[in-house]
């Protein structure tokens, strides 16, 4: 499985900005790809290009050969709110999504126990959400995206929204369930340190111009650790790269 975007390019309207301009890239089957870049570079509009939710002006995008036209059960979107349902409780809205695209009852019930262990939720399972921290429902919202078993997980700076402590334990949890299922996941993300801790390769977005500036890989082993040196080494050079930017404005 890939998802290649090939020239792809954005522009709005309303401002006649191009806010994409001649983007292209290639993710493979259970990469890890984040995506970082100055306010305003594009970042989101490429997540709703990815899902279907926008089209771009000029380019393509496809997965697995297959032209993105509109959202499709291939493709899962986390954003920075939950979105979970109040009336719901938390193993009712980790099958939601399920129950909306038709897979079976006892599938549902073993993927939710599986991925509710994982977050560490089984014994809030029949928690109401009013219930729960900022920080739980977020692992709600990830149990219902992994569930869904979609060919790539469209994640929107998912933590961004928590304080400092809660959103370091989720980051790690999510690399820990990624390690375990190989998942696909395009993550966007305004920290560099999430972006080295989290990703494959870090795509650095050039605000300026409307596209990809720099791909750093990220040659570290997992799990990965904020303090080692090379750690530190990749998280400077990424920064350089955005700072650097700005100096030649």
Same mark, same amino acid.
């Given at each position: 499985?890939?998802?290649?975007?090939?020239?792809?390019?954005?522009v709005?309207?309303?401002?006649?900005?191009?806010?994409?301009?001649?983007?292209?890239?290639?993710i493979?089957?259970?990469?890890?790809?984040?995506?970082?870049?100055?306010?305003?570079?594009?970042?989101?509009?490429?997540?709703?290009?990815?899902?279907?939710l926008?089209?771009?002006?000029?380019?393509?995008?496809?997965?697995?050969?297959?032209?993105?036209?509109?959202?499709g059960?291939?493709?899962?979107?986390?954003?920075? %709110?939950?979105?979970?349902?109040?009336? $719901?409780? /938390?193993?009712?809205?980790?099958?939601? &999504?399920?129950?909306m695209t038709? =897979? !079976?009852?006892?599938?549902?019930?073993?993927r939710?126990?599986?991925?509710?262990?994982m977050?560490?939720?089984t014994e809030?399972?029949?928690y109401?959400?009013?219930?729960?921290?900022?920080?739980?429902?977020q692992r709600?919202?990830?149990?219902?995206?992994?569930?869904?078993?979609?060919?790539i997980?469209?994640?929107?700076?998912p933590?961004?929204?928590?304080?400092?402590q809660?959103?370091?334990?989720?980051?790690?949890?999510?690399?820990?369930?990624?390690?375990?299922?190989?998942?696909t996941?395009?993550?966007?993300?305004?920290?560099v340190? %999430?972006?080295v801790?989290?990703?494959? $390769?870090? /795509?650095?977005?050039?605000?300026?111009? &409307?596209?990809?500036?720099?791909? =750093? !890989?990220?040659?570290?082993k997992?799990?990965?650790e904020?303090?080692?040196?090379?750690f530190?080494?990749?998280?400077h050079?990424?920064?350089?790269?955005?700072?650097?930017?700005?100096?030649?404005?």
């Amino acid at each position: 499985m890939a998802l290649v975007l090939n020239n792809v390019s954005k522009v709005f309207e309303d401002n006649g900005k191009a806010t994409l301009n001649n983007v292209s890239l290639r993710i493979e089957l259970g990469e890890f790809l984040c995506v970082v870049g100055r306010s305003g570079c594009g970042k989101s509009t490429l997540l709703h290009l990815i899902a279907g939710l926008e089209r771009p002006t000029e380019g393509e995008i496809t997965l697995n050969g297959v032209p993105v036209t509109g959202p499709g059960a291939d493709r899962t979107v986390m954003f920075q %709110e939950h979105a979970l349902f109040p009336w $719901r409780n /938390v193993i009712e809205n980790v099958t939601f &999504g399920m129950e909306m695209t038709g =897979v !079976p009852k006892e599938v549902q019930e073993k993927r939710a126990a599986t991925y509710l262990e994982m977050m560490g939720l089984t014994e809030y399972s029949k928690y109401a959400i009013h219930q729960l921290s900022g920080g739980m429902r977020q692992r709600v919202a990830l149990a219902r995206a992994f569930c869904m078993d979609s060919e790539i997980l469209l994640m929107d700076e998912p933590f961004s929204a928590l304080d400092k402590q809660t959103s370091n334990r989720l980051r790690k949890e999510l690399q820990d369930i990624w390690m375990k299922t190989g998942k696909t996941v395009f993550f966007i993300t305004h920290s560099v340190e %999430e972006a080295v801790y989290l990703g494959d $390769r870090v /795509v650095v977005m050039s605000a300026r111009e &409307g596209n990809i500036r720099e791909i =750093v !890989p990220i040659s570290l082993k997992r799990p990965r650790e904020i303090y080692e040196e090379d750690f530190i080494r990749y998280r400077h050079k990424i920064l350089d790269e955005i700072q650097g930017e700005d100096e030649r404005r």
